[in-house]
C-alpha cells in the first residue's frame, strides 16, 4: 500500500524548508500571544501551519480550529501535478484557489505543494520520457508557479527526489531518467514563473544526520556553490517513536548552508513519547535561527493520511492533545528569529564637488540580454528587455533560432513565428516602459538555442 510504504520511510525522517525571499509572511499581531499557536509563532518571527483538504473548509468544526490556531496553509493535494493539469496542457486551479482564497481572507500564507514529485503524476506524464517529459516538466512548473505567482511564500518545487538506505543518491523515476540537472531546471523553471517564493527542495527520511540527508546536503551546498537558485529545504518529519539525537544538528548544518530550513509535513505516531516529540520538533526549530516554520500534516488525528496513528495534536473532536500543550509551550520559552541588525545612521553627504555627468550618449531605443537555461533536447530562454533615454511604449524582441530549435511556450509576451526568425512583442502590461526600466519574459523551447543573441527595436 503507497501510505504503509510511505509512512515505514518516513519514521525517521527530517524536512528542512526555506522562506521565499520577496514575500512577507502574514504573522497574526500578538493578541492572542502565549495561546495560540499562530500567535505563539508569530510572536518568535515565525508561522505555524497546517496541510489542508480544501473540501474541509466548509466544515464549520474544522475550520474554526484552522483559523484560530493556523496562521500558514499548504494544500494536502490540490497543488499537486495530477490536481492541476490532469490532461497535459489543460490546467485547473478550482481547489488550490480556493485555499488561497481562504489564507488570504485569515491572515495566512501559503506553502505550495509540490510542483514536481515522482508520485501523483497525471496518467499521461506517467507514460512520458526523455525530452518530451522534460518539456511537460518545465511547461508545468512554469504555468502553475505563474498562476500563483505572488501568492506563494514558499514553494516545494521538487519533492522527494533522493533515494532511501545508504545510497545518498537520487532515487530512479521518469523524472530522473530526463538527466540528473532536472532538478535544477525546474528550479530555474520556477524562479522565472514567482521571483517573490522561495523555492524549496522538500524531502522525508532527514530527520538526522544520515546518507539520504547528506545526499540532498551535497546537492543543495553544490546549488548555492553554482548559483542555481534554491532558498530553503522542507524536512517532512513523519515521525515514529523516537527522534533522531541530532535532528537539530542538521537542521542546523543545512542553514549554514545559506538556506532557510522548514519543517513541512510533522506528524508523531501515538504514544507515550508522542508529546515529548511534538516538543523537542519546535524546540529544534525554535533554536535554529533560519528555521522559520511548522506545519502539521493535517488538523485533527481524523484528517490524516496516518488513519489510526492518531498522528496530530487535536482528537477527532477537536480537543487539544497534550502534544499541542507541549508545542504551544515550546514556541512560548523558544527565542524569537534575530531581527536584522540597525542599519549603520546615514553618513553626511560628500562634500567633493559632483563629478560630472556621464559623457556617454543615452542609450535610444532599447536593448535585450538573454540567459539560457539548457538540457539536452530543450532550453528555457529568460530575456531582459532594458529601456533606452526614451522609455518605449512598445518593444519588439527578435532571435534567428539555429535549424532544428523551436519555440514551445512563451509568457509574458506574443511570439510570432515558432523557427527560424522569431519575434516576441509585448503584451499590454509591460510594453510601456521609464527610461532605464527593465522587464522581462520568457520562452521555451525543443533543440537547442546555444550562441541566439537577441536584437530589440523599441516604439
Ligand atoms: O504520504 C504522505 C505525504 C508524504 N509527503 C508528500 C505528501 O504529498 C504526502 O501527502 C499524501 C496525502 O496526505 C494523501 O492524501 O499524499 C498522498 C498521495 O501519495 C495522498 O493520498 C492520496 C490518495 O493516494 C489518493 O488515492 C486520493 O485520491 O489522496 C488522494 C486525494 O484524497
Not at 519533492?159 to 523515476?173: I, K, L, M, T
Not at 517564493?197 to 546537492?219: F, P, R, V
Not at 516538543?279 to 488538523?299: E, L, Q
Request: charged share 15%.
Amino acid at each position: 500500500m503507497k501510505h504503509r510504504r510511505v509512512l515505514r520511510a518516513a519514521v525517521t525522517v527530517a524536512v528542512t524548508g526555506a522562506l521565499a525571499a520577496g514575500m512577507t509572511m502574514a504573522l497574526t499581531t500578538s493578541a492572542n500571544a502565549g495561546t495560540t499557536l499562530r500567535a505563539s509563532a508569530a510572536e518568535k518571527g515565525r508561522y505555524f501551519g497546517a496541510a489542508v483538504a480544501t473540501g474541509k473548509l466548509s466544515t464549520g468544526a474544522y475550520t474554526t480550529i484552522l483559523n484560530r490556531e493556523f496562521n500558514s496553509v499548504v494544500a494536502e493535494n490540490e497543488m499537486k501535478w495530477d490536481a492541476t493539469e490532469p490532461q497535459q496542457g489543460r490546467f485547473s486551479y478550482t481547489g488550490g484557489d480556493r485555499l488561497v482564497s481562504h489564507a488570504q481572507a485569515n491572515g495566512m500564507s501559503v506553502r505550495g505543494h509540490a510542483l514536481l514529485w515522482y508520485q501523483q503524476e497525471p496518467g499521461w506524464a506517467q507514460n512520458m520520457s526523455g525530452s518530451a517529459l522534460r518539456s511537460a516538466m518545465i511547461n508545468h512548473v512554469t504555468q502553475v508557479a505563474t498562476h500563483f505567482r505572488g501568492k506563494i511564500y514558499a514553494w516545494d518545487v521538487v519533492n522527494e527526489a533522493f533515494a532511501d538506505g545508504n545510497s545518498g543518491g537520487r532515487r530512479d523515476s521518469n523524472l530522473q531518467r530526463t538527466g540528473n540537472d532536472w532538478i535544477e531546471a525546474a528550479f530555474r523553471a520556477a524562479r522565472v514563473a514567482d521571483p517573490g517564493a522561495k523555492l524549496c527542495y522538500n524531502d522525508y527520511n532527514t530527520d538526522g544526520i544520515n546518507a539520504k540527508s547528506t545526499g540532498i546536503y551535497n546537492m543543495v551546498r553544490d546549488f548555492k556553490s553554482r548559483g542555481v537558485p534554491i532558498d530553503c529545504v522542507g524536512f517532512q518529519s513523519h515521525l515514529g517513536t523516537s527522534l533522531a539525537g541530532d535532528y537539530q544538528a542538521n537542521l542546523q548544518r543545512f542553514a549554514d548552508l545559506g538556506v532557510d530550513v522548514q519543517i513541512t509535513e510533522l506528524d508523531v505516531m501515538t504514544g507515550g513519547n508522542q508529546a515529548n516529540i511534538y516538543g523537542a520538533v519546535t524546540r529544534a526549530c525554535m533554536n535554529v535561527s533560519r528555521c522559520t516554520g511548522i506545519t502539521t500534516w493535517g488538523v485533527r488525528d481524523c484528517d490524516s493520511w496516518r488513519g489510526s496513528d492518531n498522528a496530530l495534536l487535536f482528537d477527532c473532536n477537536g480537543n487539544k492533545k497534550a502534544a499541542y500543550t507541549s508545542v504551544l509551550n515550546a514556541l512560548n520559552a523558544g527565542p524569537a528569529i534575530p531581527t536584522d541588525p540597525p542599519t549603520d545612521p546615514p553618513t553626511d553627504p560628500p562634500t567633493d564637488p559632483p563629478t560630472d555627468p556621464p559623457t556617454d550618449p543615452p542609450t535610444v531605443g532599447c536593448a535585450a540580454s538573454v540567459s539560457l537555461n539548457s538540457w539536452n533536447g530543450g532550453f528555457v530562454a529568460t530575456v531582459k528587455v532594458t529601456a533606452g533615454s526614451a522609455g518605449t511604449s512598445g518593444w519588439n524582441v527578435g532571435f534567428t533560432l539555429p535549424s532544428g530549435a523551436s519555440v514551445t511556450n512563451t509568457w509574458s509576451a506574443t511570439a510570432s513565428g515558432s523557427t527560424g526568425a522569431v519575434r516576441f512583442a509585448n503584451v499590454n502590461y509591460n510594453g510601456r516602459l521609464g527610461a532605464g526600466q527593465v522587464t522581462e519574459f520568457g520562452f521555451q523551447g525543443t533543440g537547442s538555442a546555444s550562441g541566439v543573441t537577441p536584437t530589440c527595436t523599441a516604439s
